[in-house]
């Protein structure tokens, strides 16, 4: 049965795998393996030092992906909320090939000590710091938007308001569904469902500097959020309200 973890940087998470590290020097089996490099790119820092067993077990994989790498398989651990790490990330041991052309040098050039030359240490750093960008880019969230787009008057082309909105990409946002919502007076609004990433996209700023300003606030007047719940592991936490707009929209959309 695969091992899971569940939020190692919460302390609960943090006892939870101290304590499993009690009697154990990794994570799974009797060598460092990818399992070990999948719960060390999960956690931000490392574990304080109250947490003997953690702290003892992230220093001994941070030493070994900075010297001679990781290469066993595992067996197929999970972090919550925790993607597979990419293999380009993962280290590996020198090859044969390299460890045969060391043994060609001359004795005087032996390092009896072990220690790195500069290039070593140089690569070692950069696949440690590859581990720790990719379990950033991991930690990064979601948040479903749904924003209320407010024509002039009744003579707008919603079309066109329509067209200049979707028009707006940037890197992390993704539009979805629309639906007009009469407003009076013969005015109609426009609703529309964004998906954004959280670190690459503020909902405030794609309001103020992409949507109401030239050329689209030739059709569009102001932009209000009407609702916005963050995304969890794949799923909405959205209010009540929120789901009979979803099922307007679909409704609408149909």
Same mark, same amino acid.
């Given at each position: 049965?695969?091992?899971?973890?569940?939020?190692?940087?919460?302390?609960?998470?943090?006892?939870k795998l101290d304590d499993y590290l009690l009697?154990?020097?990794? #994570?799974?089996?009797? !060598?460092?393996?990818?399992?070990?490099?999948?719960?060390?790119?999960?956690?931000?820092?490392?574990?304080?030092?109250?947490?003997?067993?953690?702290?003892?077990?992230?220093?001994?994989?941070?030493?070994?992906?900075?010297?001679?790498?990781?290469?066993?398989?595992?067996?197929?651990?999970?972090?919550?909320?925790?993607?597979?790490?990419?293999?380009?990330?993962?280290?590996?041991?020198?090859?044969?090939?390299?460890?045969?052309?060391?043994?060609?040098?001359?004795?005087?050039?032996?390092?009896?000590?072990?220690?790195?030359?500069?290039?070593?240490?140089?690569?070692?750093?950069?696949?440690?710091?590859?581990?720790?960008?990719?379990?950033?880019?991991?930690?990064?969230?979601?948040?479903?938007?749904?924003?209320?787009?407010?024509?002039?008057?009744?003579?707008?082309? &919603?079309?066109?308001?329509?067209?200049? @909105?979707?028009?707006? !990409? &940037?890197?992390?946002?993704?539009?979805?569904?629309?639906?007009?919502v009469p407003v009076g007076y013969g005015i109609?609004?426009? !609703?529309?469902?964004?998906?954004?990433?959280?670190?690459? @996209?503020?909902?405030?700023?794609? #309001?103020?500097?992409?949507?109401? @300003?030239?050329?689209?606030?030739?059709? @569009?007047?102001?932009?209000?959020?009407?609702?916005?719940?963050?995304?969890?592991?794949?799923?909405?936490? #959205?209010?009540?309200?929120?789901?009979?707009?979803?099922?307007?929209?679909?409704?609408?959309?149909?």
């Open positions: 049965m695969a091992v899971a973890f569940y939020d190692v940087t919460s302390d609960a998470g943090l006892k009697t154990r020097s990794y #994570i799974t089996g009797y !060598q460092a393996s990818k399992d070990d490099v999948t719960v060390y790119a999960a956690l931000s820092k490392a574990p304080s030092s109250k947490y003997v067993n953690a702290s003892r077990w992230f220093n001994h994989i941070d030493a070994l992906l900075r010297i001679s790498g990781v290469s066993a398989e595992g067996s197929g651990v999970t972090v919550e909320g925790c993607a597979p790490i990419p293999e380009e990330a993962i280290a590996t041991p020198p090859t044969a090939d390299s460890k045969a052309a060391a043994a060609d040098d001359d004795d005087d050039d032996v390092d009896l000590f072990g220690e790195e030359t500069e290039e070593e240490k140089k690569a070692a750093e950069e696949r440690a710091a590859a581990v720790k960008a990719s379990a950033k880019k991991k930690e990064s969230g979601k948040s479903s938007v749904l924003l209320d787009v407010k024509p002039w008057d009744d003579e707008t082309d &919603m079309k066109k308001l329509e067209e200049a @909105v979707r028009g707006v !990409q &940037m890197e992390g946002l993704l539009w979805g569904a629309s639906k007009l109609k609004k426009m !609703q529309i469902m964004l998906t954004i990433v959280d670190d690459l @996209v503020s909902v405030d700023t794609l #309001i103020e500097e992409c949507l109401t @300003v030239e050329p689209i606030n030739e059709y @569009v007047q102001s932009c209000d959020i009407v609702a916005f719940n963050k995304i969890l592991c794949g799923l909405s936490l #959205i209010w009540h309200s929120y789901y009979r707009n979803l099922g307007s929209l679909a409704m609408g959309a149909g």
